[in-house]
């Protein structure tokens, strides 16, 4: 009887091992449910608890925990939507989104490296940058010390996105602080091989005086040679 109790108990526990790690999966498979995210904005980008999902129009649709998230959609010139969407558990939730344009996009680029943009005298940035601007006619300027400043002025509409390719000219060499005149050439007596020549022709002209002299100059005893003999007074 002890051994049947046994051998029962056995099959039930191994029974009770495998099942388990398939109701695991199963549990956790009904943890989750789908988000579709409709929107005519195309190139919006989609939050969810603030991490970047995608962008629209979304590949698929999300896979998300059971519970509340917060969805945001936002897009450079558009109202940002956000809100709290409900999650049930093998349930599919669907947001139909459509931002509201409220002002125009400007990008900006340069001919320069970290030109300086302002706009309405006020600056805005580092060339290249995209920013915001409202409705209506813009002066735009873009600086960089050295170089003429870049003036233009356009018009935003909401929504829309104006790019405008600003080309500085460097000013003239002397002009400015920052592009300084070359130093003047040097003057011919400042040149090195200048000297260098007056150096050489001096050596030559001191060995042509010493040299003849040494030869003439020879030694007063030994020219009477060995036969002869001096008497000192």
Do not use: C
Request: hydrophobic share 45%; proline share 7%; no cysteine.
């Amino acid at each position: 009887m002890r051994l049947f109790v046994l051998v029962f108990a056995g099959v039930f526990l191994l029974n009770a091992l495998d099942v388990r790690p398939v109701e695991a999966k199963r549990r956790r498979r009904r943890a989750f449910g789908t988000l579709h995210v409709n929107s005519g904005t195309t190139g919006a980008k989609v939050y969810v608890d603030g991490r970047e999902m995608g962008a629209i129009p979304l590949e698929k649709p999300l896979r998300l925990k059971v519970g509340r998230h917060t969805l945001k959609v936002a897009k450079t010139g558009y109202t940002p939507y956000i809100d709290v969407i409900l999650i049930k558990r093998r349930k599919a939730a669907k947001v139909d989104i459509d931002l509201l344009p409220v002002a125009g996009v400007l990008a900006v680029t340069a001919s320069v490296p970290e030109a300086r943009v302002y706009v309405d005298g006020r600056f805005v940035g580092l060339a290249p940058l995209t920013t915001e601007v409202q409705e209506g006619k813009h002066s735009i300027r873009v600086q960089k010390a050295g170089y003429h400043d870049f003036i233009a002025t356009q018009k935003a509409l909401p929504g829309a996105k104006l790019r405008l390719k600003a080309t500085l000219k460097a000013m003239a060499v002397g002009t400015t602080p920052y592009r300084p005149a070359p130093p003047p050439p040097p003057r011919w007596y400042e040149k090195w091989y200048v000297w260098a020549g007056v150096a050489g022709g001096a050596i030559a002209v001191a060995l042509a005086v010493a040299i003849p002299v040494a030869v003439a100059s020879g030694d007063p005893v030994s020219d009477f040679g060995a036969d002869h003999s001096f008497t000192i007074r």
